[in-house]
């Protein structure tokens, strides 16, 4: 009799998450299982619909319904958590071809940026005034330095470009103290200043070109200001 239920339920299971492809068990009135296909694909997608807002108004409704039910059929996800079903949906992305080269990126932009918002990390012990040429520069635990081929922070309804552009598109995205997710555009000296974090100031402006100094160490001190870089931590000895 459990072999029996199991099967039962490996079967429903089958059917609610691809019933075109898999018939219900046998005995389940059609009505029931029109009400457990629709509850179940609606939590899936109402998550994901949260996830990704822009995303979801980009493709509009038929593809964006048409990505959900091809990832709610076909994905096999690794985790029972609610939380995690966006991470397992920009994996579920990467193996696939969508039909819009953006849509990877913009998942990813989109996830980091809800990443940030519910983050309740905490950022080491650290020195707020210290020298940021002698000691390491520490990012705030709510930073993150990205690249993209894309130009994410502009895709949208209105926005939908069909080659990237030849640079690439640089970002940093933070929480400010307000709590307010924000991005800016990296000019590709201060990316690769915050890419080369940790080393020293020092060290990381060097790599650079002395010729960088004072123009790093200016940016420095302006990220510093604005909550971004939080302070620096003492160099660890070999």
Not at 13 to 40: Q, S, T, W
Not at 50 to 74: C, E, I, K, M, N
Not at 99 to 121: F, G, M, V
Not at 214 to 237: F, M, N
Request: hydrophobic letters at 40%.
């Amino acid at each position: 009799m459990t072999e029996t239920l199991c099967t039962q339920q490996f079967t429903l299971a089958r059917h609610l998450r691809d019933p075109a492809a898999n018939p219900p068990p046998p005995g389940i009135e059609a009505r029931r299982l029109k009400v457990y296909r629709e509850l179940f694909y609606g939590a899936i997608e109402g998550l994901l619909a949260g996830s990704f807002p822009v995303l979801r108004r980009t493709l509009g409704d038929q593809r964006w319904h048409a990505r959900v039910r091809d990832f709610y059929a076909h994905y096999r996800s690794q985790t029972p958590l609610f939380t995690e079903v966006a991470e397992a949906f920009i994996d579920y992305l990467q193996g696939i071809e969508p039909d819009t080269p953006w849509q990877l990126e913009l998942a990813h932009y989109e996830w980091i940026e809800a990443q940030l918002y519910l983050s309740d990390a905490e950022d080491p012990p650290h020195d707020p005034e210290g020298d940021l040429l002698e000691g390491e520069p520490l990012l705030s635990c709510v930073a993150r330095v990205l690249a993209y081929r894309w130009p994410v922070e502009r895709i949208g309804p209105d926005h939908q470009p069909s080659e990237a552009a030849e640079q690439p598109t640089l970002l940093l995205v933070y929480r400010d103290a307000g709590l307010q997710v924000r991005f800016a555009r990296l000019a590709p000296l201060a990316w690769q200043l915050l890419m080369g974090l940790p080393g020293t100031g020092r060290e990381r402006l060097r790599a650079l070109g002395d010729q960088h100094l004072q123009q790093g160490l200016l940016l420095l001190r302006q990220l510093r200001e604005q909550g971004i870089i939080v302070g620096t931590v003492q160099r660890a000895v070999p």
